[in-house]
Structure formats: C-alpha cells, structure tokens
T-cell receptor
Framework: GAGVSQSPSNKVTEKGKDVELRCDPI?????LYWYRQSLGQGLEFLIYFQGNSAPDKSGLPSDRFSAERTGGSVSTLTIQRTQQEDSAVYLC????????????FGSGTQLSVL | QKEVEQDPGPLSVPEGAIVSLNCTYS??????FMWYRQYSRKGPELLMYTYSSGNKEDGRFTAQVDKSSKYISLFIRDSQPSDSATYLC???????????FGSGTRLSIRP
C-alpha cells in the first residue's frame, strides 16, 4: 500500500480482555516499530523489528504485551488481560532498512479499556 | 536522566513570529537528528533530518545541531496557523536500532 496501515482505528474493550492490534508496513520496508502515546504525552517506545534479527523488546512495559512480525511484513501487537492504564494510542511505523531511520507512521489505533 | 529531554510547552505565539523549539540529549553516540511534526489525531510525520553539527534549512524551517553541547533546535520563520502541532525531536544512532523520541512540544500559532 501507499502508507503504513493500522487496524482497527478504534478499539473499545473491557478490563481483563485480550486485544490484537495490526500493522501493515510500507511494502519493502524491513524495519518496523511500535510506540504508545498516552493523552498529551510523547511517544513511548515498545518494540522494534529489523529484518530477520531478534526484535528489541526493551520497551514492552510488562509480560502482558507481546508482538510478532510474520514473514517480515505484517505485525501484530497483543495485549493480554488489558488494564485501564493500557488506554492509549498505539502507533506503528516502518522504515526502509536499518541504515535509513526515517520513520513513516500509521494513524494509530485508539485503545480504550473500560 | 532521560536520553532525550524536551520542554512539553504548550507554546503559543502570534502569527508571523519566529519560533524556537529545543531538545537536549545525553548520549554522545547519537549521529543524526530528526524532527517530526504531529497534528492532532494523526501519526507523526518527518519534518527535518540532519546528520551533522550546524544548520540545515528547508523553506521556513531550520534545524540546528550542536553536538558539543548535545543540543538540537528547530526554528520556524514566519510562523503560520497551519504550523500549530506537536513537534517531536528524535536523535538516532548510525546503526540499526530503536528510535527514541522526545516528549514533544505543543505549539499553537495565534492568527
């Protein structure tokens, strides 16, 4: 596609439920990033995938959070047993390769945990 | 100490004013520096990208990097209401790695 695509654009869930957020990066981009942005706050790094290398998971806030990237393309961020503090916009970005760190962002998924 | 520090604002200036946005960073290993602009309810978009100390100009925007003091700035000349957005700085390493963003400065240009 022309840009980074994220789905769903909005997700409302109940506390304790699991959610899956999807990111479709720009075709040919080997690097993929997940960030979280709480209301009025900056971007909090979550996880980074680069090609076939082991992902950098250093930003994941707890073991309830996990992400995978299948076939070097689409990525899914999973949050298990959601809590109200997980409510935020989850942003995905991709970049061409490891030496070109110009990120292209999707419009994000607004997650609301009731 | 955070890797990247940025004044969150908000910053409100009249149309036509010169705006100065700033970040400091702690890691001297950062080699290149980006500024992103984020409009409300949108993902950030790359605004400026510079790899060295000194100034880089693009239209009304100038990015300035001082590696000796670990200080980066974005100047906006002849500011317009359409410049109202949150501006995020993002220093990066030369090798493939995660990108850490500043907290963002919310800017409002008053007509």
């Amino acid at each position: 596609g022309a840009g980074v695509s994220q789905s769903p654009s909005n997700k409302v869930t109940e506390k304790g439920k699991d959610v899956e957020l999807r990111c479709d990066p720009i075709s040919g981009h080997t690097a993929l990033y997940w960030y979280r942005q709480s209301l009025g706050q900056g971007l909090e790094f979550l996880i980074y995938f680069q090609g076939n290398s082991a992902p950098d998971k250093s930003g994941l806030p707890s073991d309830r959070f996990s992400a995978e990237r299948t076939g070097g393309s689409v990525s899914t961020l999973t949050i298990q047993r959601t809590q109200q503090e997980d409510s935020a916009v989850y942003l995905c970005a991709s970049s061409l390769d490891g030496t070109n760190e110009k990120l292209f962002f999707g419009s994000g998924t607004q997650l609301s945990v009731l | 100490q955070k890797e990247v520090e940025q004044d969150p604002g908000p910053l409100s200036v009249p149309e036509g004013a010169i705006v100065s946005l700033n970040c400091t960073y702690s890691n001297s290993a950062f080699q290149y520096f980006m500024w992103y602009r984020q409009y409300s309810r949108k993902g950030p978009e790359l605004l400026m990208y510079t790899y060295s100390s000194g100034n880089k100009e693009d239209g009304r925007f100038t990015a300035q990097v001082d590696k000796s003091s670990k200080y980066i700035s974005l100047f906006i000349r002849d500011s317009q209401p359409s410049d109202s957005a949150t501006y995020l700085c993002a220093p990066g390493y030369s090798s493939a790695s995660k990108i850490i963003f500043g907290s963002g400065t919310r800017l409002s240009i008053r007509p």
